[in-house]
C-alpha cells in the first residue's frame, strides 16, 4: 500500500518551455503532499506543501510564481515550472503521507534537463 | 528551527558487519521517527518507523529510540553490498509540517 506515482520520470526540453510534473497517491487519499528538489550530491530540499483544495505553502526563496503548485483532489498534486531555465534542472521528487503523523511516501521522481 | 543532524560519512563497514547509523534532533516534542534509503539517483523509500521508545526490528534492520537523549539510529545487521547508498533520518514535529530531514549518511559496504 501507500504507492505514489509520478510523471514524467526524464524531461528534457529548451530553455523557456514550461513544464508540468504529477503527482499521484494510488491507493490511498493525500490531503497533504511535498514537493522536493535535490541537486546531485546535495540533501533533499523541501519546495513547498501542497495541500488539496488551498494555496500551497512555499519554502523561504522558493518563488511562487516560478514553481506554480496546484492539488486539486485527494490524489493530485501537480508542479509547473513556468519558463524553465538551465538552473531549473534538477531531480524533482513529490511525497504524500497517508496521515499526519505517518511516514512520508515519495515518488520515483522527475529528472528535469533545461537545455 | 528544527533540525536533524547526521554524519555525512562515508560509513564504510565490511560485508557481514554489522551497520551502525546515528542521527540527533532538537525538538524535544518531535513524535514521529523514519529511516529512508536512497539510492544514488532514486528517489528516497522508507526502511522504517519508530513512535515509542526502545527497539523495533524489521528483518536486518533495527531502528532505536532515544527520546530523552533525542536520539535515534538505524542498526543493519549482516551487511550486504547492496545496503551501500545514503540513509536519511526524518522526524515529525507535529502539526501541519512535513518532515524534518538530515542530509544523510553515505554508507559503503565493503565486499
Known amino acids: 500500500g501507500a504507492v505514489v506515482s509520478q510523471h514524467p520520470s526524464r524531461v528534457i526540453c529548451k530553455s523557456g518551455t514550461s513544464v508540468k510534473i504529477e503527482c499521484r497517491s494510488l491507493?490511498?487519499?493525500?490531503?497533504?503532499m511535498f514537493w522536493y528538489r535535490q541537486f546531485p550530491k546535495q540533501s533533499l530540499m523541501l519546495m513547498a506543501t501542497?495541500?488539496?483544495?488551498?494555496?500551497?505553502?512555499?519554502e523561504q526563496g522558493v518563488e511562487k510564481d516560478k514553481f506554480l503548485i496546484n492539488h486539486a483532489s485527494l490524489t493530485l498534486s501537480t508542479l509547473t515550472v513556468t519558463s524553465a531555465h538551465p538552473e531549473d534542472s534538477s531531480f524533482y521528487i513529490c511525497s504524500a503521507r497517508v496521515g499526519i503523523d505517518q511516514p512520508q511516501h515519495f515518488g520515483d521522481g522527475t529528472r528535469l534537463s533545461i537545455l | 528551527q528544527k533540525e536533524v543532524e547526521q554524519n555525512s560519512g562515508p560509513l564504510s563497514v565490511p560485508e557481514g558487519a554489522i551497520a551502525s547509523l546515528n542521527c540527533t534532533y532538537s525538538d524535544r516534542v518531535s513524535q514521529s521517527f523514519f529511516w529512508y534509503r536512497q539510492y544514488s539517483g532514486k528517489s528516497p523509500e522508507l526502511i522504517m518507523s519508530?513512535?515509542?521508545?526502545g527497539d523495533k526490528e524489521d528483518g536486518r534492520f533495527t531502528a532505536q529510540l532515544n527520546k530523552a537523549s533525542q536520539y535515534v539510529s538505524l542498526l543493519i545487521r549482516d551487511s550486504q553490498p547492496s545496503d551501500s547508498a545514503t540513509y536519511l533520518c526524518a522526524v515529525f514535529g507535529g502539526g501541519a509540517d512535513g518532515l524534518t530531514f538530515g542530509k544523510g549518511t553515505h554508507l559503503i559496504i565493503q565486499p
Open positions: 519508530i513512535y515509542s521508545n
Open positions: 501542497s495541500n488539496e483544495g488551498s494555496k500551497a505553502t512555499y
Open positions: 491507493d490511498f487519499q493525500a490531503t497533504t
